[in-house]
């Protein structure tokens, strides 16, 4: 049964760039906030940059035996965090829309999906998590990882600020410099600090102490005015971490009420925007050189007010995540979750096809010829996210699917996944919550294999080599049974798509390219097809990526550039444009097991 969704009541979107125009912070909370900032607060740079390095920073990733902790920068970092605790700043946080917003989630999500009998969806959800691997503790595995890497290695938390900084490298795949990309993550690892620590699904890292230390080379390395506001931002975006975690131990929020209006999908993606940590985790990047064509002073991607294809692309780190934590966050009555809010108002209904129309999203990114700067830019963050979000220990995407096929009940409902095609908007429901994709024949081997290419290639680099390898391979994964072993023998033929991708280009015969060349390989077997048994694989996996990725940063900008284009637009184009794509079957298997 669907609950109606009144389009009165419905406000719009909160800002998701603007702390203040989004009503998340006012009054005396605005003044906390504004104290806080990176230690050193400089204007432009040279290139007109409003995130640059100031210094220089101790640490090097996958070599750092102990976490350096700079006294001025340990020392903001205890700012911030007193910050995000103090009662002014959290009764702000209450008292806004945002809050309103997370009540009505958490109100609708208690009445309809956490009473195992209260509709289908929430039996179904329920059947999930009885089986579903328990989400949480992956310092373990990847410190058991990284001490194999640095053997005198002795905190924990490096390994953490390697996995953060990860997914700055894999998302902004532009420039010459990874340590800009480890600084980033570095600062922003303060709201791991509070969305982690005690929390259910904590990661094991340790206490806030050691998420400071990791904080504090990002907070006195970094400079500029997007840096700084950044670091003012995760003030409020901490606060609302805190206050949405206590509405689900709230007795009457648990209770839920049935009755309570469901924010409409622009409500909820301009709270989720905040409660995810988007514009500061974007904005640090963005304001960087080699992204301040496509953003402002500020770091603000202002195309993806103009374009709904880039905003979109730039929203996909939430859907992936929330594919990937749907059955955790139904489990931690986590509410912040696209699937799970669509669940609750529509039914099964709104989540198949879902993980397909993620893959749609990119390619519709590199497709749109609207004459705004960015699409390529856009579709990078989304490749890297896809990847990222599927190789995370944290998220278990092999675990998961190993998890939910293991019987006989359940493994037809993960099977190959569903194609779907976008219908237009800037987000994938309409304001009452029915999907805006529909389900659709597979796209044609040729097709997909020119998407591909696209992915892998610049536009300006001929695609037919990289496209007539990719449709082989395209071709022998339709064509191969749903059996493993038949799929496994096709990671050579991934390969020679990326060798494909390089052949015309600067990187073709580099030492970087050869050392990612079987990671392809390594990436289709393990993520794609879910092979292995072992726990420690999924970090080894991740770490050897990592490593790989970060070494390319040392060519020339453009070089590096374009074999990482090669490498993420391959591997995502594996992951998502063959049936075997994981976020399809994770939605699909969802949508059939909650009918």
């Keep these: 049964m669907a609950v109606d969704v009144p389009a009165a009541v419905a406000p719009g979107k909160p800002d998701i760039w603007d702390v203040e125009r989004s009503g998340l912070l006012g009054g005396p909370a605005l003044g906390l906030a504004a104290a806080v900032g990176t230690v050193t607060e400089g204007g432009a740079d040279a290139t007109g940059a409003t995130t640059y390095l100031v210094g220089t920073p101790s640490y090097v990733p996958y070599g750092t035996a102990r976490m350096p902790a700079p006294e001025a920068g340990y020392r903001m970092a205890e700012r911030v965090m007193r910050a995000v605790y103090d009662p002014e700043v959290l009764r702000a946080v209450e008292a806004g829309p945002l809050a309103a917003i997370a009540r009505r989630i958490t109100a609708v999500q208690a009445a309809r999906l956490w009473r195992r009998d209260a509709t289908p969806a929430a039996t179904g959800l329920a059947r999930l998590a009885a089986v579903a691997p328990r989400k949480g ?193 139904y489990a931690a009555h986590e509410c912040f979750n696209q699937l799970l809010s669509a669940l609750s108002v529509r039914g099964a209904a709104t989540a198949t096809g879902y993980g397909a129309a993620l893959a749609e999203v990119t390619d519709a990114a590199l497709d749109c010829e609207c004459g705004q700067p960015g699409h390529d830019e856009a579709a990078e963050l989304s490749m890297g996210a896809c990847l990222w979000y599927l190789l995370t220990p944290r998220y278990q995407v092999r675990r998961q699917l190993s998890a939910f096929t293991a019987t006989d009940a359940t493994r037809a409902a993960y099977a190959r996944c569903t194609s779907s095609r976008l ?62 072993a038949a799929l496994l023998s096709l990671a050579s033929g991934w ?39 072992t726990v420690d694989m999924d970090a080894k996996l991740v770490m050897d990526i990592d490593e790989a990725i970060r070494a390319t940063f040392t060519l020339p900008a453009a070089t590096g550039h374009a074999l990482r284009r090669a490498f993420f637009g391959v591997t995502s184009g594996a992951a998502e444009l063959t049936p075997a794509n994981p976020f399809g079957r994770l939605t699909d298997g969802v949508g059939v097991i909650c009918a």
């Design 423 to 484: 219908l237009p908007g800037a987000d994938l429901y309409a304001p009452d919550w029915t999907p805006l994709w529909h389900p659709a024949p597979p796209r044609e081997a040729s097709d997909r294999a020119a998407r591909v290419a696209r992915r892998a290639l610049l536009p300006t680099t001929n695609p037919d080599r990289c496209a007539a390898a990719a449709l082989t391979v395209l071709t022998a994964c339709d064509a191969a049974p749903d059996d493993t």
């Design 137 to 329: 503790g992956e310092t373990r595995e990847l410190w058991a990882e990284y001490r194999r890497r640095v053997p005198d290695a002795r905190d924990p938390i490096v390994a953490m600020r390697d996995l953060w900084g990860s997914v700055y490298t894999w998302q902004f795949i532009r420039g010459d410099d990874a340590r800009l990309h480890d600084l980033c993550a570095s600062m922003l690892s303060l709201t791991s600090a509070v969305d982690f620590c005690d929390a259910f699904d904590d990661s094991g890292a340790g206490g806030h102490a050691l998420y400071l230390a990791a904080a504090s080379e990002g907070l006195e390395h970094l400079s500029g005015g997007a840096a700084a506001l950044a670091v003012r931002e995760m003030v409020a975006v901490g606060g609302l971490m805190v206050v949405k975690d206590a509405m689900a131990s709230d007795v009457a929020a648990v209770e839920g009420d049935a009755d309570v209006v469901p924010p409409t999908p622009d409500e909820y993606m301009g709270a989720r925007s905040w409660d995810g940590a988007i514009a500061p985790y974007y904005r640090v990047m963005l304001a960087s050189a080699h992204y301040r064509h496509v953003a402002d002073e500020q770091g603000e991607f202002t195309s993806a007010a103009k374009c709904d294809a880039i905003q979109r692309a730039l929203d996909n780190i939430m859907r992936y995540n929330d594919v990937t934590d749907a059955v955790a966050d």
């Design 495 to 533: 390969q020679t798509v990326f060798d494909a991708a390089l052949a015309d280009g600067p990187a073709h015969g580099t030492p970087e390219a050869a050392r990612l060349q079987p990671l392809v390989g390594d990436f289709w077997r393990q993520a794609v097809l879910g092979a292995g048994d």
